[in-house]
């Protein structure tokens, strides 16, 4: 694979992360699909203008039993920090702005508005920020969960690394390094057998494999990446983007000084293709 084949950094952050996040979403609240509707990138009015997700709540009697949904109300918006970013003031008052034209322009009634940040990272500043300067009171509801209250609307931020495992596995999981191999080992099996025949989880595997690959690959744990491999194989699309993760994984290792017989082994590519695209160049 040349430099051309290879995704811009804009491109992985538009492609991988947010699909993936609005996929977590939708398996944190499966028990509640009939009563939820959600929406990608909703416009408001003008085309650079949009929400990341609208989860709008189409009966109120349905109670959600789930932590990150403690908060809802009819119309939730949803702003999402892929990994490789991170959440601070000027992004916070973007949003709050957004959520506030939402409410404009669909006309929806502010006791009906909530509005939910995901982001990896702790946010200290921010925090920090709206405590001191905003006079809001931030407090931790559930490991991860932040609600904020002072502003005119229900405000959480979600801090998807430090997620419980057990209701929030699917956002905690979306991150640029898995944790634990026996915990993974457990939740590929469990999504596979769970979730792959009610969620199209493409875009969701994409995203955590392709920042994952070089780990797995490299057979850290060599139970974890055979179940992988399984995971792909059911999912019907294992050797079309297998095969362009597995290159890049080799590039790196034999930038590192792996030979081409021992990357053979690992990713499982033909040893004269591997000679012809890392030997040959």
């Known amino acids: 694979m040349d430099d051309t084949d290879k995704p811009a950094t804009e ?43 609208l989860v709008i709540r189409k009966c109120s009697e349905v109670v959600i039993q ?16 892929s990994p490789t970013d991170y959440l601070s003031v000027n992004e916070f008052h973007k949003a709050f702005a957004r959520a506030n034209m939402y409410k ?9 508005l909530t509005l939910s940040f ?17 006079g809001y009171i931030v407090e931790a509801r559930h ?5 904020v209250t002072g502003a005119m609307i229900p405000i959480q931020v979600i801090e998807s690394k430090a997620l419980a495992d057990d209701e929030n596995i699917w956002l905690r999981n979306l991150t640029r390094k898995l944790s634990e191999p026996e915990q993974d080992l457990k939740w590929l099996k469990w999504l596979t057998e769970e979730y792959g025949s009610r969620l199209d989880l493409g875009a969701y595997l994409y995203a955590i494999v392709a920042v994952n690959w070089q780990r ?21 699309w294992a050797d079309k983007w297998l095969e362009k993760g597995k290159l890049e994984a080799a590039r790196a290792m ?28």
């Open 216 to 236: 797995l690959s490299r057979g850290e744990n060599d139970m974890l990446t055979a179940e992988m491999y399984k995971t792909f194989e059911k999912m019907g």
């Open 118 to 134: 995901v982001v990896e990272a702790y946010p200290r500043e921010l925090f920090r920020y709206l405590r001191e300067t905003l």
């Open 11 to 53: 491109d992985i952050e538009r492609i991988q992360w947010h699909p993936a996040f609005f996929v977590a979403l939708q398996a944190t609240l499966i028990d509640y699909k009939d009563v939820l509707e959600y929406k990608s990138e909703h416009p408001l009015n003008t085309e650079p203008l949009r929400i990341d997700v």
């Open 104 to 112: 404009a322009l669909e006309d929806v009634d502010v006791s009906d």
């Open 143 to 147: 490991p991860g969960i932040f609600a």
């Open 66 to 81: 789930r932590q990150i949904a403690e908060i809802f109300r009819r119309e939730n918006i949803f702003e999402y920090k």
């Open 254 to 281: 034999f930038a590192e000084g792996d030979s081409v017989e021992k990357i053979a082994r690992i990713t499982r590519l033909p040893l004269d293709m591997l000679k012809e695209k890392l030997v040959a160049q």
